[in-house]
Nanobody, 120 residues
Framework: QVQLVESGGGLVQPGGSLRLSCAAS????????MGWYRQAPGKQRDVVAS???????NYADSVKGRFTISRDNAKNTVYLQMNSLKPEDTAVYYC??????????????WGQGTQVTASS
């Protein structure tokens, strides 16, 4: 199996910063694209940012210039640096990974989610 464990969420004042981490572990042969999604109450889950194994990145328009996604392939870990946080960034943030396991089966995996709240 594969597990994704997130950390780094919390409460921050508008304009503040947080850094999320997501570490993948288990029977991993290769990880392709990793990404961060978020879901606010009553809304659908939307992609925030993604990064390929080669380091190519994509961002939602709402976070461009404020958030930065990165990854450490040696540690099977993806990060999301969030700066200039706004109240509308408040949501549960989920890590996502496209993984081929050692049994050669390829699947998509999700973390358990971490709450990010930007509020005064």
């Amino acid at each position: 199996q594969v597990q994704l464990v997130e950390s780094g969420g919390g409460l921050v004042q508008p304009g503040g910063s947080l850094r999320l981490s997501c570490a993948a572990s288990g029977s991993i042969l290769r990880i392709y694209t990793m990404g961060w999604y978020r879901q606010a109450p009553g809304k659908q889950r939307d992609v925030v940012a993604s990064i390929t194994s080669e380091g190519n990145t994509n961002y939602a328009d709402s976070v461009k210039g404020r958030f930065t996604i990165s990854r450490d392939n040696a540690k099977n870990t993806v990060y999301l640096q969030m700066n200039s946080l706004k109240p509308e960034d408040t949501a549960v943030y989920y890590c996502n990974a496209d993984v081929t396991r050692t049994n050669l089966r390829r699947s998509e995996y999700w973390g358990q989610g971490t709450q990010v709240t930007a509020s005064s």
